[in-house]
Structures are given as C-alpha cells and as structure tokens.
C-alpha cells in the first residue's frame, strides 16, 4: 500500500534531519559563524553602547542571513552526487513537495538554531530586552523566508560547474526584502515606532514564497535528474 503524501513528506524530513543530527558540522559551523561574525562588529566599530545598539538590528539581521547560505550547498548537492536524488523523485511524492521538504529541514537544522542563538547575540549588542520577543518573530519570518529562497536557488544551480558561487548572487538580491523589513521592524521597537507593519510585509513575503518557491525548484530538481 503506497504511503501518503503526508507521510512521505515527513519521512523526507525526518530522514534530513537525522542525517543533521548525525553530521553536525553544518549546523555547529553555521551557528559559529553568526555569533562570530556578530562579535566581530564591536571590535570594528569600537566599544559605544549607543552605537552598537542603534547598529544591533542590521548586525543581527546581516549575520543570520549570511549565515543561512553556508549549507545551502549541500542542500541538494550531496543527494545528487549518491543518487538518492533520483530515489527521492521516484517515491511518489512530487518534486515540489520533495523540495519542500528540504526546505524545512534546512529550516528545522539551521533556521532554528539561528534564532536560538540570535538572543545572546542581540544582548552582547546591547539590544534592550523588550525588543527580543520583536526581534525572534521577525528572525522566525526571515529565516524560514531564507529557507525557501535558498532551496529554490540551490535547486536552480544543483549540477552547475560553479553553482557555489552562483548560490550567493541569487539569493543575497531576492532575501533582501526581508533584511530590511525585519531589521526596520527592530529598529521601530527600539525607537518607540510601530514594528507591526514590516513584521506584517514579512509574513506576506512568507505568504507568497511558501507555494511559489516549492515549485520552482521542484522544476529545478526535476531537470537535474533528467
């Protein structure tokens, strides 16, 4: 009897991130460097409270989002190479759904993590802690926002001779959109101003990347294998 769509697609997603928890390095390196590259900005800038704090949430938004794209790489890429690709494409779940659900894999392995760290983060930057709830919804919009556009760029590359440095040019222009309007929602919080309209441009970028990037890279995925 053939499983259903819900289970394959969770099956996807538990098999993902079971290879996450067995090799780790992808999560660990992309945590390591959102705080370390968070940390380097002090050191820059100089030690002035007021300055780092007006300056935390372009810092905190920055790193997660350079952060994001260190597995993006491999998100299909080590698939491809064993074939599971093709056995994945050939399970009965559509290719659309099958990106899907690596997307929240990437999600679930580094998204999350991101956001568990961005707290210490944003207090060694001197972010009051009012605006932490603000900044962890908006971390949460945004990462799953990198999520979906990352796997539909690493889909688009799976298979270029260069697809590690094609990754960056076409992400980096597609998630700005997100970076300004979380980093203006924290900004708004710290200023005493409304945050909730870009929290709520954020949720409707999410809104219309959930179904559109699925697709396109489950067409990207669908030429890879053929």
């Not at 067995?22 to 300055?51: C, M, Q, Y």
């Not at 690596?102 to 210490?120: E, N, S, Y």
């Not at 900044?135 to 298979?159: C, E, P």
């Amino acid at each position: 009897m053939q499983a259903s769509l819900p289970a394959l697609l969770a099956a996807v997603i538990g098999r993902d991130l079971r290879l996450a928890l067995r090799h780790g390095a992808d999560t660990l390196g992309a945590v390591l460097f959102f705080i370390l590259a968070g940390a380097l900005f002090p050191l820059a800038l100089g030690p002035s409270p007021e300055l780092l704090r007006r300056m935390a949430p372009g810092i905190v938004w920055v790193c997660a989002l350079l952060a994001a794209l260190l597995p993006l790489d491999r998100l299909f890429g080590s698939e491809l190479e064993d074939g599971s690709l093709d056995q994945l494409m050939l399970s009965g779940l559509p290719p659309a759904l099958v990106a899907l659900a690596k997307m929240i894999a990437h999600w679930l392995t580094t998204g999350l993590p991101l956001l568990i760290a961005a707290a210490p983060l944003a207090i060694m930057l001197g972010l009051p802690m009012p605006v932490l709830p603000i900044l962890l919804a908006g971390l949460a919009l945004g990462t799953a926002i990198l999520s979906l556009i990352g796997g539909m760029a690493a889909s688009i590359v799976l298979g270029a001779r260069r697809g590690g440095v094609l990754l960056p040019l076409l992400v980096l222009p597609l998630a700005t959109p997100a970076l300004i309007f979380g980093a203006a929602a924290l900004d708004a919080a710290q200023t005493g101003l409304s945050w909730r309209p870009d929290l709520e441009l954020l949720g409707a970028f999410l809104a219309g990347a959930l179904p559109l990037c699925p697709l396109a890279a489950g067409a990207g995925l669908r030429a890879a294998v053929e």
